[in-house]
């Protein structure tokens, strides 16, 4: 990958995957039941970065401890399991300060990240073009100005694997100055890459917009191909999509720009943010936005919350928004027991969806794109938006192309 440095030595054989264990706590304004539900997910992005998760550790304190972040108790008791298992890495829910990253990696003797670096881990894997591999690369470097002298230290220890993806293990060669005037550079190549982009939408800024957004693993990219017949990657694994991808579709001679865009997540790294500036400009410069959510997932609502937080954080809270409720065949599998009669379970179902429809106060559908259910009341209400901005936008003209 441009701009990344693999250096795998050190690695395990064979491509056997890391052994990690979780750590997490429990605030005074935060259940257990929360921070559970906070862990789940960071399982999922470590089983998305390739690590194999062996235990949860989890802790009730008001505030984390400046030094060890927990407790001495509770080090003691992760000391033992990473010795005793082999541990390869230690993830923590929240942000390290460098200070404890460094106090914490010299008592377990092993890597230890927290989940913004995971996230950036994953993103660098995931990045393909030279716009994505910038972003990314930015993002870990002003991540990881700060933890320099501990860094190249624990380098000479450990090598490769997760959380060390990236700009990584130049070890001395690598200092403040020059992570700083790389950081410069690549400030002014994102800024060259987007002027490119601002001129490119421009030249297609004759036809309406519209912008599939929501949390990772929705169903974003699979909505993608469903309703422009596109192949456009596709996976059960967080953030499958970074680089935001367009396609033009004609439904009924009205012609619209559709585009897919990286899923957001709760805690992204606001480094993160800023160096996707770029690409959440496709976001901010669209008329329409499709707003996707699993209903299977057990937290769609806060999931829905922290997509239009992420909006109003970009400025761009009020724009049109349809609201696409997928995984209604999950839905119904993951809640409904097997035994329950049909007439039971399409009258819950009804009822879930009139709540929701009420709730959201907007344009809403349920659909499950996999299962190609519900796709045409999906199209019907997406093309009488289309057409509704068309009319907005050229009131005297027609909106066919």
Known sequence: MEGFVHNNTGKKQHDEPEKAVLAGLIYRDQTEDRLNEYLDELEFLAQTAGAVVLKRFKQRLEHPDRNTFVGKGKLEEIQQYVTDKAVDLV???????PRQQSILEKELKCKVIDRSYLILDIFASRARTAQAKAQVELAQMQYLLPRLKGLWSHLERQRGGIGMRGPGEQEMETDRRIVKDRIASLKKQLAKIDTQNTVMRKRRGELIRVALIGYTNVGKSTIMNLLSKSEVFAENKLFATLDTTVRKIVYDNTAFLLSDTV????????????????????????????HVADISHPQFEDQIAVVNNTL????????????????TDLYTQRNFDTYLPEVTKQ???????????????????????????????????????????????????????
């Open 91 to 97: 993830i923590f829910d929240d942000d390290l300060s």
């Open 263 to 290: 899923g957001f997540i709760r805690k992204l790294p606001h480094d993160l943010i800023e160096s996707f500036k770029s690409t959440l400009d496709e976001v901010r410069e669209s008329d329409i936005l499709i």
């Open 312 to 327: 109003k954080e970009i400025g761009v809270s009020d724009k049109p928004v349809i609201t696409v409720f997928n995984k």
């Open 347 to 401: 009258e819950i179902l009804q009822e879930f969806m009139q709540q929701w429809t009420e709730k959201i106060q907007g344009p809403s559908v349920f659909i499950s794109a996999t299962e190609r259910q519900n796709i045409e009341e999906f199209r019907a209400k997406l093309l009488d938006m289309v057409k509704e901005q068309y009319l907005i936008r050229y009131p005297y003209q027609s909106a066919h192309y």
